[in-house]
């Protein structure tokens, strides 16, 4: 029987209550497979958005891929009798968290990188898990932020430089503005994050569809207006990353990253963004045919030991 509106995505709390506490129930090696899912599924986004780019436009490619996502999401809660909520106190929440989840940090980092090289970018867009780390323990208080989870994203991020190689920070500061946009958008990755937990009530899957929809219509008239889509002549390399980035990195992605935020919480859901730096370079090795740095064992190791500090329950440490 399909499920009701009521029973499957509407949600009781106002946008107005405070956040959740996560419980600290007894996690398993499942919750830990989904963390790991959810980095394969975003470390996709580098190599796909790589292949599209040259003859789709950022403005137009963002839109395409969430406007494909939102398809194949709605189709499957249609398979699955689930009803997406139509109040208007659910899509403000959608729509506030795309564009502080995807459409803000996205069109930024795509700006950003015009001027930015690529290295530099990966190194600024790691420093994630420290701002959600500093939000959490400074503000927002909803969640313990120990000092293991910060000597875990100090460690993380000290991965990241070494993976990505210690002559990519050497061009820092050459292009300010460029740089403190890409921090910008990583700050709104990592408050997404934390306003995520307010929308726990709902199917993560409600959720994923609600928010890809909103994105990719938000963005449709300036891609048509700036773009003109009707005059590209994108490659079929283009066209199949998009599509493939539209359900994997869109959907599925989108749908563990809230299955994580209420399993897992806000701390240890980001430090998945380390995980991102390792795979996201065996993908470029894959589909781009990049070469491995030789310093990857170092930095893997460092970005284990980071993900190690940030997710291992504090109470699995204790003697006894």
């Excluded at 003859?55 to 395409?64: D, L």
């Excluded at 999401?73 to 564009?99: E, H, N």
């Excluded at 930015?116 to 927002?140: D, E, H, M, R, Y």
């Excluded at 208080?141 to 000290?158: F, Q, S």
Aim: charged share 10%.
């Amino acid at each position: 029987m399909p499920q009701s509106t009521s029973e499957a995505g509407r949600s009781t709390a106002s946008a107005a209550t405070p956040l959740p506490s996560i419980a600290n129930g007894a996690r398993n090696w499942r919750d830990y497979a989904l963390l790991l899912a959810l980095a394969f599924c975003w470390s996709s986004t580098y190599p796909l958005t790589k292949l599209a780019l040259p003859t789709i436009p950022p403005i137009t490619f963002i839109s395409v891929r969430s406007l494909i996502a939102a398809a194949f999401l709605f189709a499957i809660l249609w398979m699955r009798g689930i009803k997406v909520p139509t109040d208007a106190k659910a899509w403000k929440l959608f729509a506030s968290q795309q564009l502080i989840n995807s459409t803000f940090p996205f069109l930024v980092i795509t700006w950003s990188q015009q001027y930015v090289p690529a290295s530099n970018t990966v190194v600024l867009a790691s420093t994630t898990p420290i701002f959600a780390f500093l939000i959490t323990s400074l503000i927002t208080r909803h969640e313990p932020a120990t000092l293991l989870k910060l000597a875990g994203a100090i460690l993380g991020l000290a991965g990241t430089v070494v993976i990505v190689g210690l002559d990519a920070i050497r061009g820092l500061g050459s292009e300010i503005v460029a740089e403190i946009a890409i921090l910008l958008a990583t700050i709104s990755f990592a408050c997404a994050s934390i306003f995520g937990l307010r929308l726990s009530d709902y199917d993560p899957m409600v959720v994923a569809a609600g928010s890809v929809l909103f994105g990719g219509l938000v963005l449709l008239p300036p891609a048509l207006i700036i773009d003109q889509p009707w005059t590209l002549q994108p490659t079929l390399e283009a066209i199949v990353a998009t599509i493939v980035m539209g359900i994997v990195s869109s959907a599925f992605g989108l749908m563990l990253f809230y299955v994580c935020l209420s399993r897992l919480g806000t701390l240890t859901t980001n430090a998945q963004g380390y995980l991102r730096i390792p795979i996201g370079v065996g993908l470029s090795v894959v589909l781009l045919g990049e070469s491995v740095p030789s310093n990857l064992a170092l930095g893997l190791l460092l970005v284990m030991a980071g993900v190690a500090a940030m997710t291992v329950p504090a109470e699995r440490l204790k003697l006894g």
